[in-house]
């Protein structure tokens, strides 16, 4: 490595003299023999000549510690851990390794290892310099505290969130002793057992810290702190967790603008919280605002940091994230692939956010119904993160779902339901019983029972459910109204319409009084409802509602988005019951239009649309259009290797049957 000497730091006359002697040891020459040996002009260029290259090892050693410092502010953590590795080499050389100053240099070495993602090394160098003060007894020291602070980030990172908690609230009660409790630092610490507590999903209590850090920050450091305005950011992410998005937006909005005059717009933190901001327009589907910001970040990224740094590559992720929100999963997986290729070479392979770009580009491959490539990236997906984060980690349960939903696409329902049985295992053992995360994979293995038609097993399991989401967030709450949803559609596969109505009607109160009624969930609601209109004959009231949806989805995500494309299949159907069949065959083309621009000529949910076009034309007597299009849906089918236990081989084969008949009568 070249040595850039930049400057030279004086160091306190003692801890050099300590320093010396140490060295002097290091050549089997006494310090009681130093008197005579000085008094020995003979031996007197040698030891100038030896005090010089301590002198200059000590002064490259701390400027590859500044470089380091200087690297890691910069975020280029790869780079500073090479410089604190060689800094650490470097003074070996010259002190033995209980020196005082060598627990720095370890915790520096463990940050860098800590934000390049390698926990377990970023540990093992963090006990090295907390055992190295505790042979030095300062165990009450504030350096003890600080390196106590950063095990517990460590373990956080792993997901092992009792260790975290410990380890903070050791460090905790060692600066109530020696800082006292209205220091800046005690105030961090506080934010940090706030984390903890926002990731165990305990978002009451991580909200209780996270306004006492802010108080204790605002009489410090005032409002007008970019400490401050990390903690602000951290509220506005609880609140978005509890599903208030709106209180969340008027935090991260109160942080952007603390960090616009403190920090100024060139600055990647600023750049984050733009990021924050864009990914809460992204959930209230304001897709056209969350891009104004992502954008504003990615540039702003671009500039300070270049285009292959990590921030860049989450930026990145985050637009795919509303590309895929709104439907353009191809825009969505152009971003997961740049990303995917930024984090290869900045972060490496077995980095958990590089496992988390495959995850996202597996869950754009399973939409497509790629399956077999999907469960490709979902397992080597799953693999990184075993590895480094562990079993007991919520991404990793996240990555478990992922493929237990895969599967659940292929209707391989044995292997769907072992992995969500594996999950809800784990996520007992992270979160306990009642967390909103087990709320979710219930809800998951209730899926796998209804698609296999045991309706009333599926019930069971979505009423467990909701008991979990209704006591952790109560009746308003968007989560709520989704399993109220879930359990109106199972009613209505067994063909208990009223009851499917009153949950439906439920659901769609909630989310007006929640969410608003231009939100995309509200029209799912609206769905549900004309649907059970529908099927009660009752076609004006099921097309009032019908309607009222597509206002919104095309609104919300244009005209060539799968939902958008769902809507107008469920006007056609409400037009054909209307006897209504040209309007119909309008709607249910424009569908199979949007489904082959977005899947392709050999995906099922396209030969869906086009089995509906050949239904209508078989109740129109078009009986060679029929045929025509049934085809089509079995030649899909065929060529996407649909299991032929699918509802739609069924279909399309007793279609073809009847078609047959109808012909060859003609």
Not at 52 to 69: F, N
Not at 332 to 344: T, V
Not at 382 to 393: A, F, N, R, T, Y
Not at 633 to 644: E, H, S, T
């Amino acid at each position: 490595m070249l040595l850039k000497i930049s400057r030279l730091i004086k160091r306190r006359t003692n801890s050099l003299l300590k320093l010396r002697q140490n060295n002097f040891r290091t050549i089997n020459i006494k310090p009681e023999c130093l008197a005579t040996w000085n008094m020995k002009n003979h031996f007197y260029p040698l030891r100038r000549r030896y005090e010089d290259t301590q002198q200059r090892t000590l002064t490259i050693a701390i400027d590859l510690m500044e470089t380091g410092d200087e690297l890691s502010a910069a975020g280029d953590y790869s780079k500073a851990l090479e410089s604190y590795l060689e800094c650490e080499r470097v003074y070996s050389t010259i002190v033995q390794e209980d020196h005082p100053d060598f627990p720095k240099i370890y915790s520096q070495i463990g940050h860098a290892y800590l934000m390049n993602g390698n926990y377990t090394k970023a540990l093992d160098y963090f006990f090295r310099a907390l055992n190295i003060l505790k042979r030095l007894q300062k165990e009450n020291d504030p350096n003890y505290a600080a390196i106590l602070n950063n095990i517990g980030a460590v373990y956080l990172n792993q997901g092992d969130y009792p260790k975290a908690l410990d380890f903070y609230q050791q460090c905790e009660q060692i600066q109530k002793i020696t800082i006292g409790e209205t220091n800046e630092s005690f105030a961090s610490t506080l934010n940090n057992i706030g984390s903890v507590y926002q990731y165990k999903g305990e978002h009451m209590k991580a909200l209780e810290y996270y306004f006492r850090c802010e108080l204790l920050q605002k009489a410090i450091l005032g409002e007008e702190h970019p400490a401050y305005a990390v903690t602000l950011n951290n509220i506005a992410t609880t609140f978005n967790l509890r599903g208030a998005p709106d209180r969340a937006l008027s935090y991260f909005l109160r942080c952007e603008s603390i960090q616009r005059r403190t920090i100024g717009t060139l600055h990647p933190s600023y750049a984050i919280t733009l990021c924050n901001i864009g990914a809460i327009y992204s959930q209230q589907g304001q897709y056209t605002k969350a891009l104004d910001y992502l954008l504003k970040c990615q540039q702003i990224q671009q500039a300070v940091m270049g285009d292959f740094h990590p921030n860049y590559a989450q930026t990145l992720a985050q637009i795919g994230n509303v590309y895929f929100n709104k439907g353009e999963y191809q825009k969505s997986l152009d971003s997961y692939l740049h990303c995917e290729k930024i984090q290869k070479v900045s972060i490496g392979e077995v980095h958990p956010q590089y496992a988390n770009t495959l995850n996202c580009i597996g869950k754009i491959y399973n939409i497509q119904k790629d399956i077999t490539r999907a469960l490709e990236y979902f397992i080597k997906c799953e693999q990184i993160q075993k590895d480094s984060l562990g079993e007991l980690h919520p991404t990793y349960v996240n990555i478990i779902n992922n493929i237990g939903v895969a599967y659940l696409n292929q209707s391989k329902y044995r292997e769907a339901l072992e992995y969500f049985m594996k999950c809800e295992q784990i996520q007992k053992k992270i979160f306990g019983d009642s967390h909103p995360n087990i709320a979710h994979i219930l809800s998951n293995i209730g899926s796998v029972y209804d698609r296999r038609g045991e309706y009333r097993k599926a019930l069971e399991y979505l009423i467990q459910s909701q008991k979990i989401i209704l006591s952790t967030y109560g009746e308003y709450h968007s989560a709520h109204a989704t399993i109220i949803d879930n359990i109106g559609s199972n009613y209505y596969k067994q063909g208990d319409f009223a009851n499917a109505l009153e949950l439906f009607h439920r659901s769609e109160n909630i989310k007006r009084n929640v969410l608003g009624e231009s939100h995309p969930s509200y029209s799912v609601s609206l769905n549900n409802i004309g649907s059970v209109y529908n099927k009660y004959g009752d076609y004006d009231t099921a097309l009032h509602y019908f309607l009222k949806a597509e206002q919104i989805d095309k609104k919300v995500y244009g005209e060539s988005h799968s939902v958008y494309a769902n809507t107008l299949n469920n006007i056609g159907l409400a037009y054909k019951n209307k006897n209504d069949f040209l309007t119909a065959l309008d709607c249910y083309r424009r569908c199979a239009d949007i489904q082959k621009r977005l899947y392709g000529e050999n995906h099922p949910n396209y030969a869906m649309a086009l089995h509906n076009i050949s239904s209508l034309y078989t109740i129109i007597s078009a009986y060679s259009q029929a045929s025509q299009f049934n085809q089509q849906v079995l030649n899909i089918l065929a060529a996407a290797n649909v299991p032929i236990n699918h509802g739609l081989w069924t279909s399309a084969i007793e279609m073809k049957e009847l078609l047959s008949l109808k012909i060859s009568h003609n």
